[in-house]
């Protein structure tokens, strides 16, 4: 029995490919909520941005052109979500919630509008963001596990995955070894004694929240623009919840959060391949169990990780400067 009729080697692959948008999502979440604005929004940007980067990218038939448009999009709400939680010191769980839901809704009706599908886009064709081969693939495509490591676990992917892996040490270098990240940790544990130390702790969330905007528009445009090809009505299937679960088992750490990331997109891979197939003892698992499992595992998670996860102590709280 070789590597690939294990199917080890489908399972590391789709986790792979399952994980950028719950790392972009889950590094989206944690600018904002280190900064002391809970995220929980990151389910209508996804939405928002799938839709809005599929629709531009087959309306002029350039990927990247979707990609700016969706990133656009997921700013704009972003900038919303920051008045309302920031300067107008509103419930931040209310706001996020009111977009996902509005997302939810609005994206399809509007593809409804435009395309008449059925709330979906056309199909993107060549407009989608394709794989890149790496150099020297074909030489090496023959040799035992060397081969298939290089070509199809490591090569043969988006120009996003890459950028999703690559993000990782990028952001944990910005949250723990620069000024800003200072700064934004200092907003999200103690705003007062950030502001009186000079910071403004409102352009700091602001910041904190486009730039969460900005990351989470590549998990909506991957979805659309790279792994499906079309934007379908509530096509994330919570991945923004995943993402934020990823985050507090991550305790609001970036390596961490990315490990919670690639357990979530592996789980997702068990699910795909075991779909249909005989299991020894239990038989065939229906569908419908079987697409459970990730949402079973976050369950999990949060009942076990929830007590002692340590969240940024001024996290959910307006701040309200002193007199």
């Avoid at 489908?10 to 792979?16: A, Q, R």
């Avoid at 299937?237 to 990331?261: E, K």
């Avoid at 569908?287 to 996290?315: C, D, F, H, N, R």
Wanted: charged share 10%.
């Amino acid at each position: 029995m070789t590597f690939e009729d294990l199917h080890i080697g489908s399972i590391l692959v789709s986790t792979v490919r399952n994980a950028p948008v719950l790392i972009f999502a889950g590094m989206a979440g944690l600018f904002a909520e280190r900064s002391g604005v809970i995220d929980i929004g990151l389910e209508g940007k996804i939405l928002a941005s799938a839709f809005v980067s599929a629709a531009v990218a087959f309306l002029t038939q350039n990927p990247w052109y979707g990609v700016a448009a969706g990133m656009l999009v997921s700013l704009l709400l972003a900038t919303l979500q920051g008045y309302v939680a920031i300067t107008q010191k509103g419930n931040q769980l209310v706001a996020g919630i009111a977009i996902n839901i509005a997302m939810s809704g609005l994206t399809f009706v509007v593809a409804q509008y435009l395309f008449q599908q059925g709330g979906r886009t056309p199909d993107l064709g060549q407009a989608r963001l394709f794989d890149v081969v790496l150099p020297g693939t074909a030489a090496v495509e023959n040799i035992p596990f060397i081969g298939w490591l290089y070509a199809h676990l490591i090569g043969g992917h988006s120009v996003l995955v890459y950028l999703a892996f690559a993000l990782v040490p990028l952001v944990h270098w910005v949250v723990y070894h620069s000024r800003f990240g200072l700064r934004l940790r200092a907003c999200g544990e103690n705003p007062h004694a950030a502001d009186a130390a000079g910071i403004n702790v409102e352009r700091q969330r602001y910041m904190a929240m486009l730039i969460a905007g900005i990351l989470c528009s590549f998990s909506g445009a991957y979805l659309s623009v790279v792994q499906s090809g079309f934007f379908l009505r509530d096509m994330s299937a919570g991945a923004g919840y995943l993402a934020l679960t990823a985050m507090v088992f991550g305790n609001w750490r970036p390596l961490h959060t990315f490990l919670g990331c690639l357990m979530f997109g592996f789980f997702g891979a068990v699910q795909i391949q075991i779909e249909g197939v005989e299991l020894p003892v239990i038989g065939r698992i229906p569908g419908s169990l079987i697409q459970m499992i990730p949402y079973v595992v976050t369950v999990i998670v949060l009942a076990g990780l929830m007590a002692k996860s340590v969240a940024p102590k001024a996290l959910g709280t307006p701040f309200v400067k002193s007199r």
